[in-house]
């Protein structure tokens, strides 16, 4: 369903020296005046992309959540497939089997990082969400890193007391990998920029397999996972 590769890039901001207009130095106090806002707001922790790749990220995810909404909300999952294409993975309740979770890939996703991620109750869909993997860049790669190496291999009941999960939102089966999946709300040691789930995946045994950080770029509902 994601990568395994922890892969992540920095786009750094460079005016071209030597240009004096005034609306060159007018553009250079407005992203200062960005950077700074982002700087005390959300500490000195620098993100792995600019703030005007981000920004110009957010609303471009924005309007095609909206643009799609009312195209996919209320209509059967064929309206998925036909717009999306082939399926990455789908995930049924296991507490109710009626209620999955499908993603699909995004086309142009350089990184292979985001997803379509749509969920259906009794065949109809409820919920359009775009999500993305290490949404907050290095410090969820931190976050991941450190859980790997607490939670590989060990149960569920371990899981949520070794890495503070929690009890589970959502326990799901993989249709095509028949591999248990437990997501988890990590919202509470994670800041607002970023991952909101941790999503673990179990063995045949019950035992940890992977654990990837899932972010929300934009969403139909406020919490896409929670019931």
Same mark, same amino acid.
């Given at each position: ?79 998925? +497939?036909?717009?999306? @294409?082939?399926? /990455?993975? #789908? !995930?049924?309740?296991? %507490? ?5 979770? $499908? ?58 007391? +070794?890495?503070?999960? @929690?009890?589970? /939102?959502? #326990? !799901?089966?993989?249709? %095509? ?5 437990? $997501? ?44």
């Amino acid at each position: 369903m994601w990568p395994t590769s922890k892969q992540w890039f920095h786009n750094v901001i460079s005016p071209s020296a030597g240009l004096r207009s005034r609306r060159t130095l007018a553009g250079k106090l407005i992203l200062f005046g960005v950077a700074f806002l982002a700087f005390i707001t959300g500490g000195c922790r620098a993100h792995p992309v600019s703030l005007a790749s981000l920004i110009a990220g957010d609303a471009i995810n924005d309007a095609d959540v909206k643009d799609r909404r009312s195209k996919l909300v209320g209509q059967d999952e064929t309206a998925a +497939d036909r717009m999306f @294409g082939q399926r /990455l993975e #789908t !995930l049924v309740d296991v %507490e109710r089997p009626g209620v999955s979770i $499908i993603f699909y890939p995004v086309k142009n996703d350089l990184f292979k990082k985001s997803r379509y991620t749509v969920e259906l109750e009794d065949g109809v869909i409820v919920v359009f969400a775009k999500t993305k993997l290490n949404i907050d860049g290095v410090e969820d790669l931190i976050h991941d890193a450190n859980l790997e190496r607490k939670l590989i291999g060990k149960t569920p009941g371990q899981c949520s007391q +070794d890495g503070d999960l @929690g009890e589970p /939102l959502r #326990t !799901l089966r993989s249709s %095509e990998k028949g591999q248990l999946l437990r $997501i988890y709300d990590i919202r509470h040691w994670t800041d607002f920029m970023g991952a909101r789930y941790c999503l673990l995946r179990f063995d045949r045994s019950d035992r940890c397999r992977d654990v990837t950080l899932l972010g929300v770029s934009a969403s139909t509902k406020k919490d896409p996972i929670r019931r």
